[in-house]
């Protein structure tokens, strides 16, 4: 059974650009959050998606936006990239109304 | 506005005896709180949860213990072994209708298991 899978692993990117991260789902989870992880910090919660809709969301810009699709994988997307936005971002999994969830690996993203 | 802390960066253990990782939290909303062990270059691995209505979950050599009335929880890992050495992450959630939510996490505590 796979678990969590994420992709890219790394990307390098300019300010200003604009970056597409993926994910999987764990199989039988309907539920998928994104959280950013800066160095020495813990992961922040960006925003979730349940039934390809956005459920909740954190306290981050509108530069930052999502989508799910009908097989419950995911897409979270940034646009104008600034320098802070270096960090790793975490794609976790979990079936709705079950507290427990489950983290991929994470993309690494350096904006230079 | 931290909500869920860990006031310990770094603790330093023994192989085989106890270790004991803090995390104290603020609002009185949340009702579940999960531990994560984080290795580098992975993402979090969930560990052990704990309702709010319990005050003790086990989970074979993990225990949580909850106090509800100080607002702090502890892990305690028995006995330690090198291979526990990695981050640990304490997160808490608020009910919300009974649907998954989003996770508050801590700073995390860097365990390091002394062969």
């Known amino acids: 059974d796979a678990g969590v899978t994420q992709s890219p692993t790394h990307l390098i990117k300019t300010r200003g650009q604009q970056v597409t991260l993926r994910c999987s789902p764990k199989?039988?989870?309907?539920?998928v959050s994104w959280y950013q992880q800066a160095l020495g910090q813990g992961p922040q919660f960006i925003f979730q998606?349940?039934?390809?809709?956005?459920?909740q969301r954190g306290n981050f810009p509108d530069r930052f936006s999502g989508h799910q699709f009908p097989n419950y994988s995911s897409e979270l997307n940034v646009n104008a990239l600034l320098l802070g936005d270096s960090a790793l971002y975490l794609c976790?999994?979990?079936?709705?109304?079950?507290?427990?969830?489950?983290f991929g690996p994470g993309t690494r993203l350096t904006v230079t | 506005d931290q909500q869920v802390k860990q006031n310990s960066p770094s603790l330093s253990v023994q192989e085989g005896r106890i270790s004991i990782l803090n995390c104290d939290y603020t609002?009185?909303?949340?009702?579940?709180f999960l531990w994560y062990k984080k290795y580098p270059a992975e993402g979090p691995t969930f560990l052990i949860s704990?309702?709010?209505?319990?005050d003790k979950n086990e989970d074979g050599r993990f225990t949580v213990f909850l106090n509800k009335s100080a607002k702090h929880l502890s892990l305690h890992i028995v006995p330690s072994q090198p291979g526990d050495s990695a981050v640990y992450f304490c997160?808490?959630?608020?009910?919300?209708?009974?649907?998954?939510?989003?996770?508050?996490f801590g700073t995390g505590t860097l365990l390091a298991v002394q062969p």
């Open positions: 976790a999994s979990s079936r709705d109304t079950v507290w427990e969830q489950y």
């Open positions: 199989s039988g989870h309907d539920t």
């Open positions: 998606y349940y039934e390809e809709e956005e459920r």
């Open positions: 609002n009185s909303m949340f009702d579940y």
């Open positions: 704990i309702s709010s209505i319990k």
């Open positions: 997160a808490a959630t608020p009910h919300y209708g009974g649907a998954t939510n989003k996770l508050i």
